[in-house]
């Protein structure tokens, strides 16, 4: 069954009705002989009335001229066939960003109505719907497009900003150099579409007011969050607000924004039985992600530290110092502490096991001369982008090294810092200077590396911690590991529980949508928290335009998968044969004439 290229054409079958009237209306001229004048006057006042519809008389010309009509109408429209080969490959790639949840029933429409326009009647079709998401599987490969339909709903755009091609470089190789590929966004593209992908853009302007971030604090005691709520508009915005905790609700509160406004709401933890927990809701618009905050207060994990018991002046100064740092604990017992804080040599030896950090004794001699030499630092993340330059140490106590040690800041050749790991997993840092007699507790620099120490033992600690996280946020969570570790559980209100082993615990991250969730191992509850939306760029749909490059793709479809009429060349000859056969059956028939001699005679 052929199809036309250019359907249009058509419209020439009317030539045909014209073609009859034309016939209709000829009338056959007559030869007369004649013997007296007033006949051929008489003859003249007929035809002076006109032509007159009279029956269809058939004759060579009127076919030869309907036979004219019904090729050149052939060759306008341009008939195709598909080839007998032809294998039709479209690819369609569904952008993952989250702002297409505010264009789900559209990106629908838009698949359906594609599939409609490019897929070719009578070919072969292998059907491929992707996402732009590379770490999801194919939504559907098949050929039958009402399957790839229903595989839709298993499309989750909640991805930020982020690259198209690797998914179209995926597609391309998927149909080949002649298949077709079309990526479907709610917005244009900057520069056309790598792999020569075409464009569909179903987006349009939409507001959208939402949440666009939050911290929690505890002033005496009491826990405050502070939300900000942001009009992505062009135009002014109204909407309700409440919170929701412990199956309790706030009474609704309007607010008015106007274009672009940012808003910092506050308040209080609702309910001392909520565990901690809030839930901020705005009035629904189209774009939804953003339109619930979940909120925990957040609670990391304690480090218990076994600070030196001395009363000489190093001994306190490091006692002081220690105690400084957030979420800290003194810890009587050293065998139950997270971190020993000591000095060089130690009172009980300090084991593999142990997390540590080690200052020299003070120096026995009466003023000591200060280091000289140039201080260099080494590359370690511990001490990346921190200034040493005024660190004054006098000499004195060398802490023994092991070859394990890796030295991270010089002075001259002698070392001021140093970490080791030991076989046993534990880190421990030496700083081979006194505290006391040097000017370090005065630098930034000492500070940060505590600190930066510190976080890296607490992120290590396996116990309960509560946290909010972006959505989709990578978590890093401690845990028992080995053969023997039972698998971690992510449970996430709504949703039912997942296992994830042990080994693919570094894949773990927070729920795609704004929701409370928590971790577990066996008993044991490693995290509780919160995941919210917060990405203004996915929020802010006043850049959605449409925009359509799909109709290039039939073009170039026809092109491959079908062939035009091999014989459009005979047909054109035979038109221009048919022409003059009409001009040469339908021409004057000229008959030779003989003067008439009329003798009138003369009364």
Not at 178 to 194: E, K, N, R, Y
Not at 374 to 389: D, R, S, Y
Not at 453 to 471: G, W
Request: hydrophobic share 45%.
């Amino acid at each position: 069954m052929p199809t036309f290229a250019h359907p249009l054409a058509l419209w020439a079958l009317l030539g045909i009705p014209v073609v009859l009237a034309i016939h209709f209306l000829q009338r056959r001229s007559r030869r007369l002989t004649v013997t007296t004048l007033f006949l051929l006057q008489q003859l003249q006042r007929e035809s002076e009335k006109g032509n007159r519809i009279e029956r269809l008389r058939l004759s060579v010309p009127l076919w030869l001229q309907l036979l004219m009509v019904l090729l050149f109408t052939w060759l306008l429209a341009g008939p195709r066939w598909v080839k007998n080969d032809a294998v039709h490959r479209i690819a369609l790639v569904l952008d993952s960003s989250a702002s297409m949840q505010a264009f789900r029933p559209a990106v629908d429409k838009a698949v359906r109505d594609s599939l409609s326009k490019i897929l070719l009647p009578g070919a072969r079709a292998e059907l491929t719907l992707l996402s732009t998401d590379v770490t999801a599987p194919s939504l559907y490969y098949g050929a039958s497009t009402s399957d790839l339909l229903s595989s839709l709903p298993a499309w989750q755009p909640l991805l930020g900003t982020h690259d198209f091609t690797p998914a179209l470089r995926s597609a391309r190789s998927l149909v080949g150099p002649q298949g077709a590929v079309l990526l479907i966004t709610d917005h244009p593209l900057p520069a056309p579409a790598a792999f020569d992908a075409k464009v569909l853009s179903i987006g349009q302007e939409t507001p959208n007011v939402g949440w666009a971030g939050v911290t929690v604090e505890e002033k005496e005691g009491q826990w405050f969050w502070r939300a900000l709520v942001r009009n992505e508009s062009a135009a002014p915005q109204q909407r309700d607000w409440h919170a929701e905790a412990a199956g309790k609700a706030t009474a609704p509160i309007q607010i008015t924004l106007a274009p672009q406004e940012s808003r910092t709401l506050s308040g209080p933890f609702l309910e001392a039985e909520s565990a901690g927990q809030l839930k901020l809701i705005l009035s629904s618009d189209d774009f939804t992600l953003d339109d619930q905050l979940p909120i925990v207060q957040p609670r990391p994990k304690t480090l218990t530290l076994h600070a030196p018991p001395g009363k000489d002046p190093s001994s306190r100064e490091i006692a002081d110092l220690f105690s400084l740092f957030a979420n800290t604990a003194l810890e009587g017992q050293t065998a139950q502490a997270d971190v020993r804080i000591l000095t060089w040599p130690p009172s009980i030896a300090l084991e593999n096991n142990q997390h540590a950090c080690i200052f020299a004794s003070p120096s026995k001699a009466d003023n000591p001369p200060p280091l000289r030499g140039l201080i260099v630092g080494e590359a370690h993340p511990l001490i990346e982008g921190l200034n040493w330059q005024s660190l004054f140490v006098r000499e004195g106590m060398v802490i023994p090294q092991d070859p394990r040690d890796r030295v991270l800041l010089w002075q001259g050749d002698r070392p001021l810092i140093s970490l080791r790991q030991t076989p046993d997993g534990a880190r421990q840092l030496f700083c081979h200077f006194d505290l006391a007699s040097s000017n370090a507790r005065k630098l930034p620099a000492l500070a940060v590396l505590l600190h930066r120490f510190l976080e890296s033992i607490r992120q290590e600690k396996i116990a309960p911690m509560s946290a909010n996280y972006d959505v989709r946020q990578r978590l890093d969570v401690a845990h028992v590991r080995g053969e023997d570790a039972a698998p971690l559980v992510l449970k996430t209100d709504g949703l039912p529980a997942q296992t994830i082993p042990v080994h693919q615990a570094h894949l773990l991250r927070a729920p795609a949508t704004p929701a409370f969730f928590q971790i577990t191992q066996g008993d044991q509850t490693l995290l509780i928290a919160a995941s919210h939306f917060a990405d203004t760029r996915e929020a802010d749909l006043t850049q959605a335009r449409p925009f359509d490059e799909s109709s290039s793709l039939d073009v170039r479809q026809i092109d491959t998968l079908q062939e035009s009429d091999p014989n459009w060349r005979l047909w054109t000859l035979l038109l221009l044969a048919l022409l003059l056969a009409s001009w040469w059956w339908g021409r004057d028939k000229t008959v030779p004439t003989v003067p008439l001699n009329l003798h009138l005679k003369q009364a």
